[in-house]
């Protein structure tokens, strides 16, 4: 047997080393994990798989979280915050990175596609709350340091048919001298929607202060403001009260703190989570 020569070692520990970074970067994109579930969760991966998740499974950045009909489910994030996800909704996590000693490289994105969440903003949101954004398909939700409910209600077939035929009648019939109530008139009609609520993103600040923007304009809520805007070309408008929307996680979601530690990492677990195929 012929002994390594100086080339092939150097091509062996290049070799290693091209797995290393290779390693390294995968475990990079594990975001969070989940600390609470109530009932079957799916993820649809960046390559398109989908996979049943269970307690202590690690969710990834580019993941699509699902939940079922009577599903709440709780993701503890390794920036320490958490997003508690209602039944019967979809929520992608479009790009999380955070590392503690690199706090130039933070960032959250998330997309709200439909239903409702909770969150919790962690050390990442404190420490850099620009680089933290959560869409929804009526405006971008930013914060300062920040727990909020988001709920997305979606329109019927019927109401996203004659939604632009209504505006435009709704905005024609209302006096120019009045344009300062144009958006909270607006905001207050009618839209159907599958739940009997009118159909747009609804927010409850419980505490801290978020800012909702589209292309319609933008506004702050403060603690214990509810906020609303049925779609991307309306401004937000503060609403006088709770209009009936409910989150109601069962009550052991609020007791669990989830992984031990203040690093933020996520739990290690033993468990294989199931591949739909």
């Known amino acids: 047997m012929k002994p390594l020569t100086k080339n092939t070692a150097i091509k062996a520990w290049l070799a290693l080393m091209l797995f290393w970074v290779a390693s390294v970067s995968w475990a990079a994109q594990v975001a969070g994990t989940v600390i609470q579930l109530s009932g079957p969760l799916m993820a649809k991966k960046a390559d398109g798989a989908v996979r049943i998740l269970s307690m202590r499974s690690e969710v990834e950045s580019g993941d699509t979280l699902m939940t079922e009909k009577n599903t709440y489910a709780m993701v503890k994030f390794i920036d320490n915050s958490e997003i508690t996800l209602k039944p019967s909704t979809t929520f992608k996590v479009e790009n999380f990175s955070y590392d503690a000693d690199k706090p130039d490289g933070d960032k959250a994105s998330f997309n709200l596609v439909k239903g409702g969440l909770r969150s919790v903003t962690g050390l990442l949101g404190k420490r850099n709350k620009e680089k933290f954004e959560m869409k929804t398909p009526s405006a971008t939700i930013g914060i300062r340091g920040t727990t909020f409910i988001a709920e997305w209600v979606e329109p019927s077939a019927t109401a996203i048919a004659a939604r632009e035929a209504y505006l435009m009648a709704s905005t ?13 008139m607006l905001a207050q009609a009618p839209m159907a929607s599958p739940t009997g609520f009118a159909a747009g ?27 609303f805007t ?11 009260q709770n209009p009936g929307l409910q989150f109601s996680p069962p009550p052991t979601f609020g007791t669990v703190s989830g992984p031990s530690g203040n690093s933020g990492a996520p739990a290690q677990s033993n468990q294989v989570d199931c591949v739909v195929r």
């Open 172 to 184: 024609a019939s209302l006096d120019p001298l009045a344009a300062p109530v144009q958006p909270l």
């Open 201 to 227: 993103l609804y927010v409850h600040v419980l505490d801290g202060m978020i800012n909702l923007n589209n292309q319609g304009g933008s506004m702050q809520f403060n603690a214990g403001q509810f906020g």
């Open 230 to 240: 049925p779609n991307f070309k309306t401004p937000p408008v503060v609403l006088p």
